[in-house]
């Protein structure tokens, strides 16, 4: 059944006579929400992945979901999405939800301005997120008793926050796209575009293949400078680094001596820390992360795997070792959970401010380009395929789009060319 917190009518109206032909490269969940959403209402789309679909970021996500942002735009935004993925089956036609929404908690401590919190809070909850609230530590202590809270100022939480699952929504996604009509070309490269009078023409792939359209969506995300180079487009302000995610074994049993059971640890939110680590549990396994700033790398299809020096899973000494640390100074049973026994990583596309960059190229006109979101991709995909419709229909860059009952969304934030001011959290 569809939730009915938001009943208005979502559907932007279908294009009928004024369909475009377009090509989406990238076939990530950002490039098949896109091309869904551009299918679904009248437009011919031909969708191309280098690799198969989600070979990139998307199966090497941590897979979360919030809306808890800082800029307003974002956490309508946002809402919309997990409105998306909430009503997942009734929308999309699938079988399964790719949504679990187990809250997200963000702890502070004294080395945090408990004002500037409070009035992020407010500004949340004006921008229709009235689920996010502010925790006194006694409230934290009594929702929350299996964490340690010594020198916690307060929390934000939101419980309609979550994780997602990244292959549900490649996969069924693209089934969905299918089904409207578009076409899924894999394990073919775009390795040459033709551009005239700063309009592109064609994309031809690695076998020759030659697509002609009006539209040309980069929506690849890490190779996303790689990609506008071909068009001959505008120098992207995208650095790609790793990001590591640890994963402990699970309980010894179970807990009860830090006041964790074993429910409490299937039903645990996303915990971060004051100093931005986090962690949530992953089946039996407990997933943690924390915010490094690794050297910026080139993306490379057959390195996305590759563990730099001092990340293993094995070294005692070195961040695997430190993230567990760290988590467990707030969470006592870390020390009753096993050993590290896998390490995962993969590329974010990080911009300046940690916004993502969506909108049209400057310098080639029909190119539009939706990537580097600092690793929420995943979690924005149905707002960021929205806003590429919207700016199609418009057939230029807007300033601002109308979400129905979610409010009115500013796109500044996310034009390509602008200057960075704002910064947004790139915690999780």
């Not at 401590?109 to 949340?124: F, G, L, W």
């Not at 100074?329 to 916004?355: K, Q």
């Not at 190119?367 to 590429?388: E, K, N, T």
């Amino acid at each position: 059944m569809m939730s009915d917190s938001h009943p208005t009518n979502i559907n932007i109206p279908p294009v009928k006579d004024q369909a475009k032909n377009i090509v989406v490269i990238g076939g990530g969940v950002t490039g098949v929400m896109t091309a869904w959403e551009l299918s679904r209402i009248g437009h011919k789309v031909t969708l191309v992945e280098a690799r198969s679909l989600g070979s990139g970021s998307s199966q090497r996500s941590a897979a979360a979901i919030r809306a808890q942002f800082s800029t307003p735009s974002t956490v309508r935004g946002m809402r919309y999405a997990i409105y998306i993925y909430e009503n997942w089956c009734e929308i999309v036609g699938a079988s399964e939800s790719p949504i679990r929404q187990d809250g997200y908690l963000f702890l502070y401590s004294y080395i945090h301005n408990k004002r500037e919190i409070r009035d992020r809070v407010a500004m949340q909850n004006s921008a229709g997120l009235k689920e996010v609230e502010w925790m006194e530590p006694e409230q934290i202590e009594e929702k929350f008793p299996y964490l340690e809270i010594t020198g916690i100022i307060g929390a934000t939480w939101c419980p309609k926050d979550g994780f997602l699952f990244p292959h549900l929504i490649y996969q069924d996604g693209a089934e969905a796209a299918k089904k409207n009509g578009i076409e899924v070309i894999q394990n073919n490269e775009a390795v040459k575009a033709e551009v005239s009078g700063g309009k592109a023409l064609k994309v031809e792939l690695e076998t020759g293949m030659v697509l002609q359209a009006d539209y040309f969506i980069n929506a690849t995300n890490s190779w996303a400078q790689l990609v506008s180079g071909l068009f001959g487009g505008y120098d992207l302000p995208i650095i790609n680094r790793r990001r590591y995610l640890y994963f402990l074994k699970g309980l010894k049993g179970n807990s009860d001596d830090y006041g964790l059971s074993t429910d409490d640890f299937v039903a645990m939110p996303m915990i971060i820390t004051p100093q931005g680590a986090y962690c949530h549990p992953d089946n039996e396994q407990l997933m943690m992360g924390w915010l490094q700033y690794t050297d910026g790398v080139v993306p490379d299809f057959d390195n996305q795997d590759d563990i730099e020096p001092g990340f293993e899973a094995s070294d005692m000494g070195g961040y695997a070792a430190a993230v567990r640390k760290e988590i467990a100074n707030y969470l006592f049973a870390a020390a009753e959970i096993g050993r590290i026994e896998a390490v995962t990583t993969g590329f974010y596309a990080d911009t300046e401010d940690h916004n993502p960059l969506i909108g049209f190229d400057p310098n080639v006109k029909n190119l539009i380009h939706v990537a580097g979101f600092s690793g929420h991709g995943l979690m924005h995909a149905p707002f960021s395929s929205r806003i590429v419709a919207e700016l199609i229909k418009a057939g230029e860059d807007v300033e601002t789009i109308e979400l129905p009952g979610f409010g009115n969304v500013d796109l500044r934030p996310y034009k390509v060319s602008r200057e960075f001011r704002h910064s947004e959290g790139i915690v999780i």
